[in-house]
């Protein structure tokens, strides 16, 4: 992913995508509001030909197989969402005892 803020939440974001998520590249210059066509094709070039694109493109697809997994039945999605439904019942159900 080319990573070009402009606005809000963005910057967190491309700081995600970059840094924690690894599959991204950062567009130099957006901070002055100006990415020369040079960097944008060096960056496309990157990511579509370089060793580093290589990587990024098999994290992403490593990235696809775990997020498909965790939305199987006994995926961790399922579980954290079934276990959060779980507490919230409980929950429910002390709030109601207490206030008897």
């Known amino acids: 992913m080319?990573?070009?803020t402009f606005y809000a939440e963005q910057l967190m974001n491309k700081v995600?995508?970059?840094e924690g998520m690894d599959v991204?590249?950062?567009m130099e210059g957006y901070t002055t509001g100006f990415v020369k066509s040079e960097?944008?094709?060096a960056k496309v070039r990157l990511v579509m030909e370089s060793e580093e694109g290589r990587r990024i493109r098999g994290r992403v697809a490593a990235l696809k197989?775990?997020?498909i997994a965790a939305m199987q039945d006994?995926?961790?999605s399922q579980t954290s969402f079934a276990r959060f439904l779980f507490d919230?019942?409980?929950l429910h159900e002390q709030l109601a005892?207490?206030?008897e």
Do not use: I, M, R, Y
Request: proline share 0%; with cysteine; glycine share 8%.
């Open 65 to 67: 197989n775990e997020a």
């Open 2 to 4: 080319l990573c070009w």
């Open 74 to 76: 006994d995926g961790s």
């Open 16 to 18: 995600f995508v970059t």
């Open 88 to 90: 919230a019942k409980n």
């Open 97 to 99: 005892l207490a206030s």
């Open 24 to 26: 991204g590249v950062e």
């Open 39 to 41: 960097e944008v094709e």
